[in-house]
């Protein structure tokens, strides 16, 4: 985790604040009247909500005001409870980090039957300081304030109302900020207002599902309010990317640009990564130089010694939620968070002479970044990028025992800013469809004792990427025998009938591969009798059709559709059949197939000689999302779409027919999958 995104919802739901200041040693809630600033709330509204609701909002309504002093969110709700499921609601909570922020409770009141009842003439807010993701290995520095609101019943109207102010210590000159209306059908008038000086340059923008905010100049301030009243579901076309979904947005920031961003967080990163004359670090960047002779052999022994010598603790304490820890700071006590862990990873590549730069990135995606204003929030990660011999490279800190950074796939984190004293735009990451299988799976039956006979299994399956390591990691954190019967207990699973007997693993650093083997005995679910003959449908020899891409009609039809990617998958099958009996002769139906549709390409052959059949299929996916136009395309295609199994069956021959095709094969038990992946996806897979 890298930022907290200033983040505020105006809907009935509790209301969480985030702002990057930490914890002081005796944090106190204070209580007094709404300040002048704030306008009064939204007018009371009364509108039926349907028989099932466990709730009814009356109102809701955040308003900002941005000063010298930072911001003040003033928010506050009615809501009627309806149902028992409700009354969750009386249990009120503020999160905030005391430090530099505060807290002014305004109101909270119970209304019954016309009659209010002031809940803070009896009752107060009880302060703590706790962590609450200590196993997240998340320190944070919030305290938290708790009312259970007494005797709150079914029919009672609560009401709410508190400010909480902030100043950023670290980019607190440059406010910024987001908020979402309601976009469910809800009850009530929901309003977001934001209050400025005019000396601050404030830039907005709202979703187009949005009017237009009323703005206001008045004396040395200006304010923009937009509200909605009893709105209905916003529609979002499912299946969608992540730009089309927005919808009831309010963003505003002082930020000039993404370049201004960029150049500030620059010099953080730049000055933290600044080594003290005699820091250690000097030391073990001149040890992995005298040991690696290349410029990548240093990156991952630089790599290595970042994620495996320092455990990852996301630190939110002081300033830290922009501030990165110093490269010495995070070295000496042997934890850090993404920030720390890159400017160490920045130190010690610099110190290698190896060119690095820290670049923000989004976990989980960012698209559409381009269309918003500039704010820091919108990034909540940092990775490094390197170029060596002409090539990008990206490394992340945080990782677990990653493999060799030549193996390591461009991020599909979408659009990143690269931190840089002349300021860095935004940039696209191409992230390419992968070049090798992310799995392989392999499987050599032997049949040939006949068709009651135990059949011997001889499989292999190979991992690359994050499942390779989440894998590796497991097995490398228990005992050999532990380490055993989990993976004999894993192939029971992959195949019911059959007793794992032989099962081993082992890491090709080389390749970055997991690889997984395991022998044993089984049985096959042969369909027929002697009398009709014998037929059996293969292993990964079938594709799955991709599904119809259809939307309900008042869904935008225009968007187009995300795409699973990228992804990319192997399946290599190879049966040895018992030996051909009178007036009985094995054959195989498995039509090839290579075939892009909806952003995927799908590609299989198969061969038949001296009664061994193999059949190699993959699925590959070449596009992070298809147009309107493509996704029609698949309905079309689908009826002819060949989804049947690769199957093996007896055909009845007369003692004329003698003899089979001599079709070529792949010599699949003598293939280093690892290395020979190719051939997953190639019309010259086969040979003699």
């Not at 659009?415 to 499987?443: A, D, H, N």
């Not at 192939?491 to 997984?516: G, I, M, T, Y």
């Not at 689908?638 to 093996?648: A, E, G, H, M, Q």
Request: aromatic share 10%.
């Amino acid at each position: 985790m890298l930022l907290n995104l200033r983040l505020f919802f105006v809907g009935l739901w509790a209301i969480a604040f985030f702002s990057p200041i930490s914890a002081a040693a005796t944090p106190e809630i204070d209580y007094g009247p709404v300040a002048e600033w704030v306008s009064p709330t939204p007018e009371l509204t009364d509108v039926k909500v349907s028989d099932g609701a466990i709730i009814k909002s009356i109102y809701s309504d955040n308003q900002v005001r941005i000063g010298k002093n930072g911001e003040e969110i003033y928010s506050a709700y009615r809501v009627k409870i309806l149902r028992p499921e409700a009354l969750r609601f009386g249990n009120i909570n503020i999160s905030w980090k005391p430090t530099t922020g505060s807290v002014t409770v305004h109101s909270v009141k119970l209304i019954r039957d016309g009659v209010v009842r002031d809940i803070l003439s009896t009752a107060k807010f009880k302060v703590i300081q706790r962590e609450q993701n200590l196993e997240h290995s998340i320190l944070l520095g919030n305290a938290t304030a708790l009312l259970q609101v007494p005797g709150i019943a079914v029919d009672d109207e609560l009401e709410f109302a508190v400010t909480i102010k902030n100043l950023d210590p670290t980019i607190g000159d440059r406010p910024f900020g987001i908020g979402f209306l309601p976009t469910r059908d809800t009850s009530g008038a929901h309003r977001i207002r934001v209050v400025w000086d005019k000396k601050i340059d404030l830039k907005w923008q709202v979703s187009p599902d949005l009017e237009k905010p009323n703005i206001i100049t008045s004396g040395r301030s200006k304010e923009l309010s937009i509200q909605i009243t009893n709105p209905k579901t916003a529609l979002v076309p499912e299946g969608a990317p992540g730009r089309f979904k927005i919808r009831r947005l309010l963003e505003y920031s002082a930020f000039s640009s993404w370049a201004e961003i960029s150049m500030r967080f620059w010099r953080l990163y730049q000055d933290a990564s600044e080594l003290e004359d005699d820091s250690p670090l000097i030391a073990k960047a001149a040890s992995i130089a005298s040991e690696n002779d290349t410029s990548l052999k240093r990156a991952d022994a630089a790599l290595r010694l970042v994620q495996q010598k320092v455990r990852y603790v996301y630190v939110g304490l002081g300033s830290g939620n922009y501030l990165p820890a110093t490269a010495d700071e995070t070295w000496d006590r042997r934890f850090g968070d993404c920030k720390g862990k890159t400017t160490l990873l920045i130190a010690l590549l610099r110190e290698l002479g190896i060119e690095a730069e820290a670049v923000l990135v989004n976990l989980a995606g960012s698209d559409g970044v381009d269309e918003r204003l500039p704010n820091p929030g919108t990034f909540n990660h940092v990775v490094v990028r390197v170029r060596i011999d002409g090539i990008e490279y990206w490394l992340d800190g945080t990782g677990l025992n990653d493999p060799s950074i030549r193996y390591q796939p461009i991020p599909n984190f979408g659009w990143s800013l690269p931190l840089r004293s002349v300021g860095g735009e935004l940039e696209k990451i191409r992230t390419p469809p992968f070049e090798y299988p992310q799995k392989i799976e392999v499987v050599e039956l032997d049949a040939s004792a006949g068709i009651e006979a135990p059949v011997r299994f001889n499989t292999q399956q190979i991992f690359r990427g994050a499942r390779a390591n989440e894998i590796r990691n497991q097995l490398v954190a228990i005992s050999p025998d532990d380490a055993n019967r989990a993976l004999k207990s894993y192939w029971a699973k992959q195949f019911r009938d059959v007793e794992p007997e032989n099962v081993e693993w082992s890491f090709n650093s080389d390749h970055a591969a997991l690889v997984l083997k395991m022998q044993g005995t089984g049985k096959l679910d042969w369909e027929g009798n002697g009398y009709s003959g014998y037929e059996w449908y293969m292993y990964g020899a079938g594709f799955v059709p991709p599904s119809p891409k259809k939307r309900p009609s008042e869904q935008d039809q225009s968007a187009p559709w995300l795409v699973d990617f990228p992804k990319y998958s192997c399946w290599v099958t190879s049966i040895r059949l018992p030996e051909n009996s009178t007036g009985w002769k094995w054959n195989f139906v498995s039509a090839p197939v290579d075939q892009i549709l909806g952003g995927e390409h799908y590609w299989r052959r198969a061969a038949m000689r001296d009664n061994v059949v193999q059949s190699i299929m993959s699925r590959r996916t070449i596009a992070a999302e298809i147009s309107r136009k493509q996704a029609g395309i698949i309905k079309e295609a689908l009826p002819d779409f060949n989804n049947r199994k690769s199957y093996v069956y007896q055909k009845r021959v007369s003692s004329a027919q003698g003899g089979e095709e001599k079709n070529p094969l792949l010599a699949i038990g003598e293939i280093d999958w690892v290395t020979k992946s190719a051939h997953c996806n190639s019309s010259n897979w086969q040979s003699d």
